[in-house]
């Protein structure tokens, strides 16, 4: 019996250990980057249904490890705009059904992504990337505007009016310390089943 409770102990401060080692980590706009700005109206799709406050060229980063996962949301364009993660095709205008996902794991650090546009018909026209935005100079952007702690909408402007719908993404952080609570979470149910299947059979005897 002693053993089990020992067992156990063992198992809840690792537990406790590794949540605390991988306490605070965030996804956020990086301090110092982009300009405010507001969406235009007259928007015809549900994510950017009213005017938004919105971050232009902001830069996302995560403030420790975690699992990122991106949602396509949905465009407003002529031309053909892809989203990228980590330098591969993640959603394509006209090709990517809404509501799609896609996923990447980080350490921490500037988020990659990216976007194309190819008003012209040709992929690599413009290109604006999370790790080096190209800044006001040019006629695309991209607007980051904060749904909830963790949640953020990646809005994809190839040029023209500033309305920002050529192609939404979201994307939600899930930090490491919430992925391993769930897993250990598990693993501590499992225990505990053990310790109670053990401790009824020693009763039968």
Not at 9 to 22: D, E, Q, Y
Not at 35 to 40: E, F, S
Not at 52 to 66: H, Q, R, S, W, Y
């Amino acid at each position: 019996m002693r053993a089990h409770r020992g067992l156990a102990a063992v198992t809840l401060a690792f537990i406790a250990t590794t949540a605390a080692s991988h306490t605070g980590s965030a996804l956020q706009i990086r301090a110092g980057t982009g300009t405010p700005a507001t969406v235009t109206e007259g928007n015809d799709y549900p994510f950017l249904a009213k005017p938004l406050a919105i971050t232009v060229d902001g830069v996302l980063e995560a403030t420790g490890a975690g699992k990122l996962t991106f949602e396509y949301l949905g465009y407003e364009a002529v031309g053909i705009n892809t989203f990228l993660v980590e330098g591969e095709d993640c959603f394509t205008t006209g090709g990517s059904k809404v509501g799609a996902t896609c996923s990447a794991t980080t350490a921490g650090g500037i988020v990659d992504f990216q976007f194309r546009s190819s008003p012209g018909g040709d992929p690599s026209v413009a290109a604006w990337s999370n790790r080096a935005p190209p800044g006001s100079t040019q006629r695309y952007s991209v607007g980051v505007v904060e749904e909830a702690p963790n949640t953020f909408l990646i809005l994809w402007n190839s040029g023209g009016p500033d309305d920002y719908d050529d192609l939404g993404v979201r994307v939600v952080f899930e930090p490491e310390s919430r992925r391993n609570r769930d897993r250990l979470g598990v693993m501590l149910a499992g225990l505990v089943g053990a310790v109670g299947f053990v401790r009824r059979r020693n009763r039968e005897a």
